[in-house]
């Protein structure tokens, strides 16, 4: 390997994250190459509080393991990413004291790597292996993503993702479209799925890319009816028993919106087959509606329609309309 006339400390630190299915050449000339300039050598594994996701799918195990698969010998310690790069700084150097509490350090890292965050008490030094390969972490897993491997260690490591993550509430949004008609009766826009029989709200899951849950709603329902609406105000939130959810640890949680229809033409789009005006003054049965929706539609009435003070359940039995509005 090269000299490396820069450095002339006791201890190489050589600060990354690896997050790729395997080593490949420029990695490990990396990592040989910091080794050879330095009697003593630490890696230090920048570690997500997030578990796997697209940009760190590896847990620190999993990465350490493949690691030391090449070099058993080599030190490797975590380091958890914090929101403040300075109370991050101190932590890496309280890891690097941790093992080596006496010597000079230097501090290595790679193309993009944590340098520009760097505040704290050792020089840092950039370092590229000649025969670096013009290859990003994030091509290479997008690469390994498109691969089904017929190996039972495969198999095993997908199970392992999906057990070792946290439980996540899946965030929705249903919205109550409603209008006033002739006489001030209120109606409210319902939808049928292809393959159901009874009517929900309009809704769906919040998109990462929206700004707000108003901003799905507004989404939402432009995607499932193509019309304008007011500002979604907010009317409640509930833990959905939807079927596909009813076994996994995962579930959906939805928050429900009021708002009034503005204008345009309702035209079912995107998963919906049907949509339906209903009046809420006594003309709307609460049996049409799917089970996972009517605690919403309840939720609703109670506080759109004023009638006799009765709880819902007791009051008397809700018609259909005659003719599709």
Request: proline share 6%; charged share 30%; with cysteine.
């Amino acid at each position: 390997m090269d000299d490396n006339p820069k450095s002339r400390t006791d201890i190489g630190v050589l600060v990354g994250r690896f997050q790729v299915p395997d080593l490949h050449e420029g990695h490990r000339e990396l990592i040989e190459k910091v080794a050879a300039w330095h009697k003593k050598f630490l890696l230090v594994l920048g570690c997500s509080p997030i578990l796997v996701t697209r940009r760190n799918p590896l847990d620190f195990q999993a990465r350490k393991l493949m690691i030391n698969a090449y070099y058993p010998e080599l030190p490797i310690v975590p380091l958890m990413d914090c929101a403040d790069d300075e109370e991050w700084s101190k932590e890496l150097d309280r890891r690097v004291r941790e093992i080596f509490p006496v010597g000079s350090v230097t501090l290595y890292g790679g193309r993009d790597s944590f340098i520009p965050y760097y505040h704290g008490q050792f020089p840092c030094q950039e370092v590229e292996p000649s025969s670096y390969r013009v290859c990003s972490g994030s091509s290479e897993r997008k690469s390994a993503s498109l691969e089904v491997r017929s190996s039972t260690d495969w198999r095993a490591g997908v199970v392992y993702a999906a057990y070792n993550r946290y439980a996540q509430a899946l965030p929705t949004v249903d919205v109550a479209v409603t209008r006033t008609v002739e006489g001030g009766d209120i109606e409210i826009l319902l939808a049928r799925k292809p393959g159901e029989k009874g009517y929900r709200l309009i809704g769906g899951f919040v998109d990462p890319t929206d700004a707000s849950l108003e901003a799905a709603a507004r989404r939402e329902v432009m995607e499932e009816a193509h019309i304008e609406i007011s500002a979604p105000a907010y009317a409640g939130s509930f833990l959905v028993g939807d079927w596909r959810y009813r076994h996994e640890v995962d579930k959906m949680v939805t928050t429900l919106f009021v708002a009034e229809y503005m204008y345009g033409a309702i035209q079912p789009d995107d998963d919906i087959e049907e949509l339906r005006w209903f009046r809420l003054n006594g003309t709307l049965e609460i049996g049409q509606i799917v089970d996972v929706h009517r605690p919403l539609l309840l939720r609703l009435l109670d506080r759109v329609v004023k009638r006799d003070g009765k709880p819902l359940e007791e009051r008397a039995t809700y018609e259909l309309p005659a003719q599709n509005r």
